[in-house]
């Protein structure tokens, strides 16, 4: 036998639910939605999350989603943003000792969650570098 649990809808919820059945019973069947009632969805979308919001709602999950994503803070500000250019970032050692004989080469390299990439030929002579710091700057110069 399958059970099913009711969850109280919250209140902001359930008054956005009343209003859109007030809509739903004075207009025609597929009528678009006011962009009033889809801002205050996706106002309490990014709140309460998506699915908490559509489906009480019966409003399209996909539709409600992109509206968040869309009008999320974060990707405004991408947008108005110009885009970075590349930087070079040189991490100079304050004091550089002898290098020691015999040191072994490599080669390292990081790649960001954004694509940026940063490739570092250490010869292996002298101190290696700091490379929390170097990674530091590199993040901060935008990559």
């Avoid at 009632?37 to 559509?54: C, I, K, M, P, S």
């Avoid at 992109?66 to 803070?73: E, G, I, L, T, Y």
Wanted: aromatic share 6%.
């Amino acid at each position: 036998m399958k059970r099913t649990t009711r969850v109280a809808i919250p209140e902001p919820i359930f008054r956005l639910q009343k209003q859109l059945e007030e809509f739903r019973a004075s207009h025609r069947a597929r009528t678009r939605l006011p962009d009033s009632l889809w801002q205050a969805a996706t106002e309490l979308a990014r709140q309460y999350g998506v699915y908490a919001v559509a489906h009480p709602l019966r409003l399209d999950h996909t539709g409600l989603s992109r509206r968040v994503h869309a009008s999320s803070p974060a990707r405004q500000s991408r947008r108005q943003q110009p885009p970075m250019a590349n930087a070079f970032v040189e991490l100079v050692p304050a004091a550089a000792p002898a290098p020691p004989r015999g040191g072994e080469a490599c080669v390292i390299e990081f790649e960001s969650a954004r694509g940026g990439k940063m490739r570092v030929q250490w010869p292996g002579l002298g101190v290696a570098p700091d490379w929390v710091s170097l990674l530091r700057a590199w993040r901060d110069a935008g990559e």
